[in-house]
Nanobody, 126 residues
Framework: QVQLVESGGGLVQAGGSLRLSCAASGLTFSTYTMGWFRQAPGKEREFVGAILRTGDKTSYADSVKGRFTITRDNAKKTVYLQMNSLKPVDTAVYYC???????????????????RGRGTQVTVSS
């Protein structure tokens, strides 16, 4: 059974930082592209960023580029989302998602990811 479990969310002031983790189990982690998505109340889920299975390439939404960084540790089956210079508009539930993929293509629609976690809440106060 595949599980993706996010952690690290919380309440932070604007300008602060958080690091989210997503621990995977039940899959061959090193063969999956990992994505991060977020959904704010009343809004559609949106792509935050993704990292290829090898960890050598990443892609980010324009709204977080330069502030967020995605890394992964295949030995620990974990992907991370480092969020710096947080803004109130970053408030959302953050999800990780996994897609079995051997290509270099990044998918920004979470419908293209086979598995998704339950999410962790990030709240940024002004």
């Amino acid at each position: 059974q595949v599980q993706l479990v996010e952690s690290g969310g919380g309440l932070v002031q604007a300008g602060g930082s958080l690091r989210l983790s997503c621990a995977a189990s039940g899959l061959t982690f090193s063969t999956y592209t990992m994505g991060w998505f977020r959904q704010a109340p009343g809004k559609e889920r949106e792509f935050v960023g993704a990292i290829l299975r090898t960890g050598d390439k990443t892609s980010y939404a324009d709204s977080v580029k330069g502030r967020f960084t995605i890394t992964r540790d295949n030995a620990k089956k974990t992907v991370y989302l480092q969020m710096n210079s947080l803004k109130p508009v970053d408030t959302a539930v953050y999800y990780c998602a996994a897609r079995l993929d051997f290509s270099d293509h990044f998918y920004t629609d979470d419908a293209n990811y086979r598995y998704r976690g339950r999410g962790t809440q990030v709240t940024v106060s002004s």
